[in-house]
């Protein structure tokens, strides 16, 4: 059984969702939408897809559409994918699924009471070096994960457009980029219940247009708006005493530099930027090299396999595991994290 999909908000990275959907023998991309409807008209040729169409509540009454995937800017996720719930339909959501608790509650009780599936794109769960890690984290190789640490720093990679508005975007690389990262470390710990938050943000090189000569992740609507961080920073507490660290940012002097590491009390792990386990046998520590087509973040097979896990969901073989519930914890920690950087404290997370 196919399921019969409609992207809606077809910039950059639908771009992904529409390339893992067409390749993907279970599903039929039927319509697309995009509030830039010439944008909408140029995607549905480019991808042979019958309907384009820049008014989403058309695609959210058809009876022909199963499923939808929501790429629009930051804010306009949790009303659409509220909306595409009530309709019927099961949602793949870009990541943040929601700006604020409040609209994240919003969107738990709207599935409990649709029935239907939400799932978050954090494709980063999907990529072989996390499947990986998360296989010999379930078998017990690394014991309890009591720390972890995770980096995102972009030198000059503010996206531009919608990015930059905080009204739009509800931050900057903290809610962009650092929620990949937060959550992958998370969900390799053990999803635990958050407690509190300390963090510092800054904003002292703004978006950095002027460096020439560097390639960057662009949006697809440009704008000169930026009034979001430029640097997040901060600790995140966790029931039973683990700890996350993360910083993240758009502009810093600084080398560009991802990585994500995890730390148990049997063995760690570097996930990215290239797969490493951490070991001790016999007194002898030991790095664990795996044999896989990828060590660091494949981003194009992560897209596929998110897209085809996706799928699954719909067919009803497997139930969302990255669930509404999952993120209304996620907004809990970023808005902690936030408050904690305006008031300069630690900051509970209560619930
Ligand atoms: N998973 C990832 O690795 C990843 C990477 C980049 C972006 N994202 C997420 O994807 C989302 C989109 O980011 P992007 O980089 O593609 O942005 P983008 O600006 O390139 O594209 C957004 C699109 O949404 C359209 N749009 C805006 N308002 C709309 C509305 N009301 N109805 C329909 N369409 C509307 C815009 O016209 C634009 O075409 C963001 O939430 C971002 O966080 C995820």
């Not at 629009?72 to 990541?95: F, M, Q, T």
């Not at 937060?182 to 002292?204: E, K, N």
């Not at 247009?209 to 009034?227: C, F, G, K, P, T």
């Amino acid at each position: 059984m196919t399921t019969r999909v409609a992207v809606i908000g077809v910039g950059a990275i639908a771009t992904q969702h529409l390339i893992s959907y067409q390749h993907n023998p279970q599903a039929e991309l039927v319509a697309v939408c995009d509030i830039d409807r010439a944008r909408a008209k140029a995607r549905a040729d480019e991808f042979g897809i019958p309907r384009a169409t820049d008014v989403v509540e058309e695609v959210l009454a058809d009876p022909g559409v199963d499923a939808v995937s929501i790429c629009v800017p930051n804010l306009l996720h949790a009303s659409i994918a509220e909306a595409a719930l009530r309709a019927g339909k099961d949602v793949l959501v870009e990541k943040p699924m929601a700006v604020t608790v409040g609209e994240a509650e919003a969107l738990v009780r709207a599935t409990q009471e649709t029935g239907q599936a939400l799932q978050i794109g954090y494709v980063r769960r999907f990529a072989p070096n996390a499947l990986v890690t998360k296989r010999f984290l379930d078998e017990g190789e690394f014991g309890d994960i009591y720390a972890a640490r995770a980096t995102i720093i972009r030198a000059a990679g503010n996206p531009g457009g919608w990015f930059g508005d905080i009204g739009v975007s509800g931050g900057g690389p903290l809610i962009d980029l650092g929620v990949h990262i937060i959550d992958l470390c998370w969900y390799l710990m053990g999803m635990p219940t958050a407690v509190s938050a300390s963090g510092a943000t800054f904003s002292a090189l703004g978006a950095r247009d002027n460096i020439q000569h560097l390639s960057r992740y662009r949006a697809a609507s440009a704008s000169r708006v930026n009034n979001v961080e430029d640097y997040a920073t901060a600790q995140v507490r966790f029931e039973g005493g683990a700890v996350l660290d993360v910083d993240t940012s758009y502009s810093l002097h600084a080398r560009n530099a991802t990585s994500v590491k995890i730390h148990g009390d049997k063995g760690g792990a570097e996930i990215e930027p290239e797969l490493l386990m951490i070991t001790e046998r016999h007194d002898t520590l030991l790095h664990i090299h795996p044999q896989i087509d990828s060590l660091g973040f494949d981003f194009t097979v992560g897209f596929a396999n998110q897209i085809d896990h996706f799928l699954r969901i719909c067919r009803r073989e497997i139930p969302a595991d990255a669930t509404a519930e999952q993120g209304l914890e996620m907004a809990r920690i970023l808005t902690a994290i936030y408050e904690s950087a305006r008031i300069g404290a630690e900051v509970p997370i209560t619930r």
